[in-house]
């Protein structure tokens, strides 16, 4: 699975400004701690692994769109591919779009929440804020005991039932416990919790679990990469992009030369008539032979002096005459 990321830019006065958005801590519907949770990033998302160009860049702007509520055109990208994740640089030209995208549109913004609010930055403070060795971008405000605080006392006035979360919390339990825990002892653990946060002797192990959770899922160096890429190529990602602007047929630019296809001089040849295709002509026979008939030939038959002349050879078989034809 990639994480499919939307990095608009704009250029001002000789200056790259890049958008960054503040995420929240957890989500106030599920419970569900979100990556890089109160920090600077770039605004992107997950998405399934693709060959094709086309649908990484509509998966980026997808994200982006319900996560701002604010709409990308297309043809202003530019794509950059890693192991890991997919880049999608877009050029901001209009004053007009600038300002709309410092603030979140709430009437198309999608129900699930994870962006707090958006900024204009300049890339050298956006590479310096996401540094991964330098930590300038704490999470949740600085404030990260606080936050954590305040996501146990939400889960046990809510009752989230966090699949992934509660899986992650029993083994922890029964790793401090030495003791595989039944399901019954690990529902008491739990209800104890909800019911007596301060009494309880288990929250200071919720506690401990949930700030190794948030810190996990604190520190990438992907947006780190993102905005070092984009301060050195800046002037060959707008030529790309001007490139397959005008082109247009939107021919496929070669990823070495950058430069759409060059058309062959040679003229066409022309192509030999085509033959009409008609049946094949029967072959004609041979004449036929005309066929002797054989001729019958009579022979005389000499006949015997004992026998008469009238009386015939087949005399004996004949029936004999009726009665009836003797009374007349």
């Not at 202003?76 to 709309?100: A, C, G, H, M």
């Not at 001007?242 to 021919?251: A, D, G, H, M």
């Not at 036929?288 to 005389?300: L, S």
Request: aromatic share 12%; hydrophobic share 30%.
């Amino acid at each position: 699975m990639y994480h499919c990321y939307l990095v608009p830019y704009i250029k001002k006065n000789g200056k790259i400004f890049v958008l960054i958005g503040k995420k929240l801590c957890y989500s106030s519907k599920d419970g569900f701690v979100h990556n890089n949770a109160g920090q600077w990033v770039f605004i992107g998302g997950g998405c399934n692994r693709s060959k094709i160009d086309n649908k990484l860049i509509k998966s980026a702007i997808r994200e982006f769109v319900e996560e701002t509520g604010n709409y990308v055109n297309i043809n202003n990208t530019y794509l950059k591919k890693y192991n890991d994740f997919t880049v999608t640089f877009y050029r901001v030209s209009t004053t007009k779009e600038y300002n709309i995208y410092k603030k979140l549109n709430p009437n198309k913004k999608d129900k699930w929440k994870e962006i707090r609010n958006l900024k204009w930055v300049e890339i050298d403070y956006a590479i310096k804020l996401m540094d991964p060795k330098i930590k300038n971008n704490e999470p949740c405000d600085n404030k990260f005991e606080q936050s954590v605080h305040k996501y146990i006392r939400d889960w046990s006035s809510n009752g989230w039932v966090l699949k992934s979360e509660l899986k992650n919390f029993k083994r922890f339990l029964e790793g401090r416990m030495r003791t595989r825990l039944s399901i019954k002892d690990y529902e008491y653990i739990r209800e104890e919790i909800r019911r007596n946060l301060k009494r309880s002797e288990n929250y200071g192990l919720m506690f401990d679990h949930m700030v190794k959770v948030f810190k996990k899922r604190a520190y990438t160096d992907w947006f780190y990469t993102q905005a070092k890429y984009l301060k050195k190529n800046i002037e060959k990602i707008d030529k790309d992009i001007q490139l397959s602007i005008n082109t247009p047929s939107r021919v496929k630019i070669s990823t070495k030369t950058k430069s759409p296809p060059k058309k062959s001089i040679r003229p066409k040849m022309k192509s030999p008539p085509k033959k009409s295709k008609s049946p094949p002509k029967k072959s004609k026979s041979p004449p036929k032979k005309p066929v002797r008939k054989f001729q019958v030939r009579r022979i005389a038959i000499k006949q015997s002096p004992e026998k008469k002349p009238n009386q015939s050879r087949f005399s004996q078989f004949k029936k004999p005459k009726s009665r009836r034809n003797n009374r007349w």
